[in-house]
């Protein structure tokens, strides 16, 4: 029970996270990018801070060293360096491509897993990450002939795939996290807590670049579409969806939430079809049911 639990929390983080993908483009290019991570931020801690009262103070004050430094870490790769990484690659590439090389993410975790978790690749797990990784190189058009890349495109999927391996070693220190515990029940049992603090040092990080890119005047324009996107990336895909990664990763090994993490190319991809009528292929339907096949081979 708790492991089918943890299953439906980590599909819900995913398609939260994939809808980062749409709120990113609407706002990547008429924003800085520490600007636009630093405002979604904001919406996410007005969010959180309610739910989760003098917790976080309680927490701050049990917390040690060690516990600094997982908290440091995840805030770094988890949302500062994904959140520049992919916001610049989406300057130069489509939404919906950036959002399916996002698919790297499930076979760089289990990889990452089996080297620092050493958690077994069985048999059934390798065919569905394999699944997955195929379906997404499917979605991304590389196995069609007379796909030409310009520099600058190259650029940008370079910077998504860092996002990846980002996303990635976040995965692995949360779980590391999770099963040391953290050395304190009030961070250790509440993912609003610890979602609220990796939240607090990842602004902290934003803070001062954002300030130097002197945003104040594309905010003041900004339109209502633009607000209720960075209202989105805070509350939704930051507060939200953290808080059931958080819930998951307690009950599943590092590579079912590789898996899961295939929701997050296919939410960008359709989301990307749908509301910024992008191109729809065959490769795109085929690629998604391998992805879909990935993640049930994985969790059987």
């Not at 976080?56 to 990484?85: C, H, P, T, Y």
Request: hydrophobic share 55%; glycine share 10%; charged share 10%.
């Amino acid at each position: 029970m708790q492991y089918s639990t943890g299953t439906l929390f980590l599909a819900a983080a995913f398609t939260l996270a994939g809808t980062s993908i749409i709120a990113g483009r609407l706002v990547c290019g008429v924003l800085g990018t520490f600007t636009i991570t630093v405002i979604s931020l904001f919406f996410a801690l007005l969010g959180l801070l309610p739910l989760c009262g003098r917790g976080v103070i309680e927490a701050v004050k049990q917390m040690n060293l060690q516990d600094w430094s997982r908290l440091l870490l995840q805030a770094l790769f988890g949302i500062f360096l994904f959140r520049v990484l992919l916001l610049q690659g989406l300057l130069y590439t489509s939404a919906g491509e950036a959002g399916l090389l996002t698919g790297a993410t499930p076979a760089l975790t289990a990889l990452l897993a089996w080297i620092f978790l050493q958690e077994p690749l069985y048999p059934a797990r390798c065919l569905g990450i394999g699944s997955t990784v195929i379906g997404v190189l499917i979605i991304q058009g590389l196995c069609s002939p007379g796909i030409e890349f310009s520099g600058e495109h190259v650029a940008g999927n370079l910077l998504v795939l860092g996002a990846a391996l980002c996303e990635s070693l976040f995965n692995i220190l949360s779980r590391i996290s999770s099963m040391k515990d953290l050395g304190n029940q009030a961070t250790g049992t509440d993912p609003i807590v610890w979602t609220t603090l990796v939240v607090c040092m990842a602004l902290l990080l934003c803070l001062g670049p954002a300030l130097a890119e002197d945003q104040a005047a594309a905010l003041m324009s900004l339109s209502i579409t633009g607000w209720g996107a960075l209202v989105w990336y805070g509350l939704f895909v930051t507060a939200l969806a953290f808080i059931c990664w958080y819930h998951g990763i307690k009950r599943c090994d590092v590579s079912v939430a590789a898996a899961f993490s295939g929701l997050m190319p296919l939410a960008a991809f359709l989301l990307s079809v749908l509301l910024l009528n992008e191109q729809l292929r065959w490769e795109h339907c085929l690629g998604g049911l391998l992805v879909i096949l990935g993640m049930w081979l994985t969790v059987n």
